[in-house]
Antibody
Framework: EVQLVQSGAEVKKPGESLKISCKVF????????IGWVRQMPGKGLEWMGI????????RYSPSFQGQVTISVDESISTAYLQWSSLKASDTAIYYC???????????????????????WGPGTTVTVSS | DIVMTQSPLSLPVTPGEPASISCRSS???????????LDWYLQKPGQSPHLLIY???NRASGVPDRFSGSGSGTDFTLKISRVEVEDAGVYYC?????????FGRGTRLEIK
């Protein structure tokens, strides 16, 4: 069964660092992009960034560039989201999600087929408070 | 950046009645491959979001056929033919033309 298993809830103080994780089960980790989505209390969904585990190609949304770091450890099929110095405004639920794209080769050309953000993790609640 | 605008923001619906949510993008989501890179997601209370529709009109696996997506370019619609109690939650459209994409602000569907 395909699953994204996220690390547990965290309570931190402003200025502290944090690294949360998303472990993949049930498919080849390097095959699909893994993204991170923030949901602040009572608010909507915001894309933070996305990484391709096969080559660590990483794209950040402009609002989050320089604020967080997304990385992977291919050896343990795990993606990470980290902060070097948390703020109270980082209090939120953070979801990891798989971006499903299949590829096919025909006559030397590669075709890509997009199937949506099809698998979501349960979310990690991060609370930052003094 | 692409801006996604959903309407309405709140939608009260009686079970058995139809519902419709609109999503407009600030630029065309029609790509050169002929697909519209627009998804719909539902977040039920206390749950993670899940995929309903991808590429504008393709139902994800396991999604009931009362859900349908339509539209092209910059204007898209999600329709529920007959709303059920379990359909309550917040519906988000998302452009997938960019990597990563952009979500709309969400439409809260409330069961009357």
């Amino acid at each position: 069964e395909v699953q994204l298993v996220q690390s547990g809830a965290e309570v931190k103080k402003p200025g502290e660092s944090l690294k949360i994780s998303c472990k993949v089960f049930g498919y080849s980790f390097t095959k699909y992009w893994i993204g991170w989505v923030r949901q602040m209390p009572g608010k909507g969904l915001e894309w933070m960034g996305i990484i391709y585990p096969g080559d660590s190609d990483t794209r950040y949304s402009p609002s989050f560039q320089g604020q967080v770091t997304i990385s992977v450890d291919e050896s343990i099929s795990t993606a990470y989201l980290q902060w070097s110095s948390l703020k109270a405004s980082d209090t939120a639920i953070y979801y990891c999600v798989r971006r499903m794209v299949e590829s096919s080769s025909l006559s030397g050309k590669v075709y890509y087929f997009y199937f949506g953000m099809d698998v979501w993790g349960p979310g990690t609640t991060v609370t930052v408070s003094s | 950046d692409i801006v996604m605008t959903q309407s309405p923001l709140s939608l009260p619906v009686t079970p058995g009645e139809p519902a419709s949510i609109s999503c407009r993008s600030s630029q065309s989501l029609l790509y050169s491959d002929g697909n519209n890179y627009l998804d719909w997601y539902l977040q039920k209370p206390g749950q993670s979001p899940h995929l309903l529709i991808y590429l504008g009109s393709n139902r994800a696996s396991g999604v009931p056929d009362r859900f349908s997506g339509s539209g092209s370019g910059t204007d898209f619609t999600l329709k529920i033919s007959r709303v059920e109690v379990e359909d309550a939650g917040v519906y988000y459209c998302m452009e997938a033309l960019q990597t990563p994409g952009t979500f709309g602000r969400g439409t809260r569907l409330e069961i009357k």
